[in-house]
């Protein structure tokens, strides 16, 4: 048990529809972090929220979109869904990711587009 | 639920050997390394992590050792039981990125 929770569970939306995926990050932590994992890969870096700012991206486009609230938890949004958006979803969270303390991750959202 | 690492290298071990699982990395200015488990369905575990000022490190029945000068860090699993069969990440961050990096994965089968 890492302290993330992740909702939906799992989830199937229609190309071009948009998603809002949620993560509770594990008390006490200020980072939260969001990857995509396809199927048979690791995961691969999103963005990062610090303190409710973006504090890095990775290389994916502008229609994945995130926030990180007063109480750290975050959302992960993504616009005009593509088929191969199709994914697990990790959230990710730690305390100060500047220092390198530990990252846990969630149990994930599982995104089917079709 | 859906199961990842479908064409990964694996890795088959007799219930009670030891297993070791390898990873290179290629960033010379990571500085930070973990080791995940992910079974099937699930998101990644957290196993041990290694700083980049230390050569090895020792947890409940794991041990990790990183060699700087190759770039390599390996995964030692003690008395491997069927409960460690999953798939098995290394992950690596660098000073200047708030990103992790995460190799292909292992699978590891343990064989009763």
């Known amino acids: 048990e890492t302290g993330v929770t992740q909702s939906p569970t799992h989830l199937i939306k229609t190309r071009g529809q948009q998603v809002t995926l949620r993560c509770s990050s594990q008390?006490?932590?200020?980072?939260v972090s969001w990857y995509q994992q396809a199927l048979g890969q690791g995961p691969q870096f999103i963005f990062q929220?610090?303190?409710?700012?973006?504090?890095g991206r990775g290389n994916f486009p502008p229609r994945f979109s995130g926030l990180q609230f007063p109480n750290y938890s975050s959302e992960l949004n993504v616009n005009a869904l593509e088929l191969d958006d199709s994914a697990l979803y990790l959230c990710?969270?730690?305390?100060?990711?500047?220092?390198?303390?530990?990252?846990?991750f969630g149990e994930g959202s599982w995104l089917t587009v079709v | 639920g859906e199961s990842v690492g479908l064409h990964l290298p694996t890795l088959s071990v007799q219930e009670g050997d030891n297993s070791i699982i390898n990873c290179a990395y290629s960033?010379?200015?990571?500085?930070?390394f973990i080791w995940y488990k992910q079974e099937s369905g699930k998101g990644p575990q957290f196993i041990i992590d290694?700083?980049?000022?230390?050569d090895k490190r020792q947890g409940q029945r794991v041990t990790v050792l990183l060699n700087k000068t190759v770039k390599h860090l390996s995964l030692q699993i003690a008395a491997t039981q069927p409960g460690d069969s999953a798939v098995y990440f290394c992950?690596?961050?660098?000073?200047?990125?708030?990103?992790?990096?995460f190799g292909s994965g292992t699978r590891l089968q343990v064989q009763p």
């Open positions: 990710a969270s730690s305390y100060d990711d500047l220092s390198g303390n530990t990252i846990y």
């Open positions: 008390s006490g932590h200020n980072t």
């Open positions: 992950a690596d961050r660098n000073p200047g990125r708030r990103a992790l990096t």
């Open positions: 290694i700083r980049s000022n230390m």
């Open positions: 929220y610090y303190r409710e700012e973006e504090n």
């Open positions: 960033n010379s200015a990571s500085d930070y």
